[in-house]
């Protein structure tokens, strides 16, 4: 089973800042990695798949990089609604698909 | 446009089966394109892949829960199911149904279903 490690637990932003949010996966998952917001009460919500690619409708100020293990996402100017939690997700190597354990995106 | 939906008891007692249905509307399960899936969240933690199950009826578990879990689909009802069983406080969770893209990750989530194994 592949493992998924998201780094920092949690981040403390400004609204106008860059969040960076780190994906770690135990051995290679070439690009397959998808990254997802998801507010409280809410469901997942898809941003990111491909490592790189937005989903239809996702703002430009979100950014996905990387390849192999080492994997970023990019917020490039905080915005209110941005505020969540964000998990990455891998789908190179299953069953199972795994997830990280998230990141928590909080107002500083 | 595709929305889906859980429904299903939210109490379910210890060692008993655990049965939820996902209703897909603004399109068809038929279709094909898609595989459809669950996966949970237990109380503030992060997210676990069941299982997910093609339009055809062939099914993909996590093997953590495959001795425990069944997902079927009924194409004329446009729905699909999960039925876990045995199941113990640790299945306590919020449960989602979400669509899944033929790369496999998940496009469309349901807005889940909190259930609580409890006697």
């Known amino acids: 089973e592949i493992v998924m490690t998201q780094s920092p637990a949690t981040l403390s932003v400004s609204p106008g800042e860059r969040a960076t949010l780190s994906c770690r996966a135990s051995q290679s998952v070439s690009s397959n990695l998808a990254w997802y917001q998801q507010k409280p009460g809410q469901a997942p919500r898809l941003l990111i798949y491909?490592?790189?690619t937005r989903d239809t409708g996702i703002p430009a100020r979100f950014s996905g990089s990387g390849s192999g293990t080492e994997f970023t996402l990019t917020i490039s100017s905080l915005q209110s609604e941005d505020f969540a939690v964000y998990y990455c997700q891998q789908y190179n190597d299953w069953p199972p698909l795994t997830f990280g354990g998230g990141t928590k995106v909080e107002i500083k | 446009q595709v929305q889906l939906q859980e429904s299903g008891p939210g109490l379910v007692k210890p060692s008993q089966t655990l049965s939820l249905t996902c209703t897909v509307s603004?399109?068809?399960?038929?279709?094909?394109?898609?595989?459809w899936s669950w996966i949970r969240q237990h109380p503030g933690k992060g997210l676990e892949w069941i299982g997910y199950i093609y339009n055809s009826g062939s099914t993909y578990y996590n093997p953590s829960l495959k001795s425990r879990v069944t997902i079927s689909v009924d194409t004329s009802k446009n729905q699909f199911s999960l039925k876990l069983s045995s199941v113990t406080a640790a299945d306590t969770a919020v449960y989602y149904c979400?669509?899944?893209?033929?790369?496999?990750?998940?496009?469309?989530w349901g807005r889940g279903t909190l259930v609580t194994v409890s006697s």
């Open positions: 979400a669509r899944v893209a033929l790369v496999w990750y998940f496009d469309l």
């Open positions: 603004g399109g068809s399960i038929s279709s094909g394109g898609y595989y």
């Open positions: 491909g490592a790189s």
